[in-house]
């Protein structure tokens, strides 16, 4: 009996000097969580934060990661990979002050070190610009077809390009906004060419003013998706 008992603490004793000290998810794969930044600034609202890992991480969606949003309001969006690699973006909405986020990640089959980044997003909270609305609105065309105006369009998201134009005419000047920022200036510029790339949602505005006429504005939302 006593023999038994010496083989069983022995026993006992081995396992927990073989346990003792693991790391958790020590099978797990290990991933470096590297960089997280927002885009925008006093000139626009963040609509993405981009993460960084050291890898590709298989299967990472949105579910996989956690926002505590503080007072901003920041809401998840959808994440997609980005070029290079480790490299994801996630969009955000409904922000209604700048401050503070906290990003969480986890993913079965991964470790990540560190699990979560914190980043400052931005509220643009006065545009600044002063778009002269003129009777009637100019007309806005996606890619050749008219659109309504102040309506709102999907973008299937992808590679290649869609085209934002107003008619051909002759004018004195013509401004394009994106999300509120100038994006094209010059009296020639009668179109705007956009990326399919990155979701999320952008507003174009354009305001122009015809030779001898008065300056006219159009504007339409294309939600890539």
């Given at each position: ?59 990472l ?5 956690t ?62 610009i ?31 390009t ?39 949602t ?24």
């Amino acid at each position: 009996m006593k023999r038994i008992f010496f083989r069983f603490a022995v026993l006992v004793v081995a396992t927990a000097l073989v346990c003792t000290g693991c790391p958790p998810d020590a099978g797990a794969e290990q991933a470096a969580f590297i960089g997280l930044i927002a885009n925008g600034g006093a000139s626009a609202t963040t609509t993405i934060l981009t993460l960084t890992f050291d890898k590709d991480i298989t299967g990472l969606t949105e579910t996989d990661i956690t926002l505590t949003e503080g007072n901003t309001g920041t809401t998840r969006g959808v994440l997609t990979k980005a070029a290079g690699t480790g490299v994801y973006n996630l969009t955000v909405s409904d922000i209604i002050e700048g401050g503070q986020v906290t990003v969480t990640v986890s993913r079965d089959g991964y470790a990540f070190n560190p699990n979560y980044k914190n980043v400052n997003v931005h509220f643009k909270t006065d545009s600044g610009i002063d778009i002269g609305i003129g009777d009637p609105s100019i007309k806005l065309y996606l890619d050749g077809s008219p659109l309504q105006d102040g309506g709102s369009s999907p973008i299937t998201q992808g590679e290649g390009t869609y085209t934002v134009s107003i008619p051909s005419g002759t004018y004195t000047d013509i401004i394009w906004y994106v999300n509120g920022n100038v994006a094209a200036q010059g009296a020639a510029r009668t179109s705007v060419v956009m990326s399919k790339q990155t979701v999320g949602t952008y507003q174009v505005t354009v305001e122009a003013t015809p030779s001898g006429g008065g300056k006219n504005s159009g504007s339409h939302s294309f939600v890539v998706q």
